[in-house]
């Protein structure tokens, strides 16, 4: 007896991911109920994203141009290219304001179990685009998630198989973390990744 | 740096009850990268939703007709009014199959402190259809939340003084509830409101 046009909504709400069939009816309640703007704000935003949204050619990040700013800007270092999983990561990179190269986003990481593997993360456009003869080294700024290491050991080997530099960003306790409450794993890699202390002059 | 098509998806996914910044990049991320045929089903839903569907002029649940089709339907107990607050509080009472009366969604429920009151929650209109002269009982079957008891207080209240027949869902130990697992609140309660048991005969 729900009519029709509730139901698809419900239906299409399960799209999001995280959002089963009791939330996507809360939803769309909430949406049709207390936000109908809301409701015909996210419809319009959905259907302006489709039609402008790309891939950067050269980074692979979501952008409107077919070069995104950051990659067509002369300013930053072309000679450095860091790889990450998402553009979220990129964006937290950027917010430490250290890291003036380029990026090169996957969009995803290496998920075995889940029929992800080199060729539908299309690693070979990532190959491409670091043998442009102007990188010349490559960091690995995946996850230290067990998918994100698969992710950085695949792309390292195809990389340096092509005679690339390539680095990884450092493991190890956070800044401001105490022993005390920092996990065994951690720790262990602490130890085995320390660095010598240079001699301060 | 993020284009604007994105931001401004991100900035509509939050008017989703219970999706904040994070969920919404990532829902975002989703659908753009993995789902771009689900957010298009989703954009045409949500205007299919908002131009197709209004509120039943009797009972107030969602309907794409003037009258929803249980309102319609001859074959109920037009008698009996069940209020409810949420169109699946009313999925749940009829998938008991035991009741054959009609309902009143108030789409929502008392809540002071965000500023719902009566007017908010329209209870003159739930009021009127109760003194259509045909009902002749009023079943308040509001959760047992704190603004659920409080929502049916305030109806109960307004409909008695109209000299309507009111009642409430009965409160205790659900079915299949063992002593040792309920808590002390609802055994209080199950003590108090204990029924006379009759004589089998």
């Given at each position: 007896m729900t009519p029709s046009a509730l139901d698809a909504l419900i239906e299409a709400l399960r799209?999001?991911?995280?959002?089963?069939p009791k939330s996507a009816q809360r939803m769309a309640y909430h949406l049709l109920q207390r936000d109908q703007k809301g409701a015909a704000r996210l419809a319009a935003s959905l259907g302006h994203a489709l039609d402008t949204l790309r891939h950067c050619?050269?980074?692979?990040?979501?952008?409107?141009?077919?070069?995104?700013q950051r990659c067509a800007n002369?300013?930053?270092?072309?000679r450095l290219l860091c790889v990450v999983e998402m553009p979220s990561d990129l964006a937290m990179l950027e917010q430490t304001h250290i890291f003036n190269g380029l990026y090169y986003v996957l969009m995803g990481r290496m998920s075995p179990l889940d029929g992800i593997g080199p060729r539908e993360l299309k690693l070979d456009k990532l190959v491409e685009r670091a043998s442009?003869?102007?990188?010349?080294e490559v960091i690995l700024a995946t996850n230290f998630t067990n998918e994100g290491e698969v992710t950085a050991h695949t792309v390292g080997e195809l990389l340096r198989a092509r005679g690339l530099k390539v680095s990884r960003i450092a493991r190890g306790?956070?800044?401001?973390?105490e022993l005390e409450h920092t996990d065994i794993g951690t720790i262990a890699q602490a130890l085995l990744e320390r660095r010598a202390v240079a001699d301060e002059t």
């Amino acid at each position: 007896m729900t009519p029709s046009a509730l139901d698809a909504l419900i239906e299409a709400l399960r799209c999001l991911p995280g959002v089963g069939p009791k939330s996507a009816q809360r939803m769309a309640y909430h949406l049709l109920q207390r936000d109908q703007k809301g409701a015909a704000r996210l419809a319009a935003s959905l259907g302006h994203a489709l039609d402008t949204l790309r891939h950067c050619a050269k980074c692979n990040t979501f952008t409107e141009q077919e070069i995104c700013q950051r990659c067509a800007n002369p300013q930053r270092d072309h000679r450095l290219l860091c790889v990450v999983e998402m553009p979220s990561d990129l964006a937290m990179l950027e917010q430490t304001h250290i890291f003036n190269g380029l990026y090169y986003v996957l969009m995803g990481r290496m998920s075995p179990l889940d029929g992800i593997g080199p060729r539908e993360l299309k690693l070979d456009k990532l190959v491409e685009r670091a043998s442009d003869g102007v990188v010349e080294e490559v960091i690995l700024a995946t996850n230290f998630t067990n998918e994100g290491e698969v992710t950085a050991h695949t792309v390292g080997e195809l990389l340096r198989a092509r005679g690339l530099k390539v680095s990884r960003i450092a493991r190890g306790v956070p800044v401001g973390g105490e022993l005390e409450h920092t996990d065994i794993g951690t720790i262990a890699q602490a130890l085995l990744e320390r660095r010598a202390v240079a001699d301060e002059t």
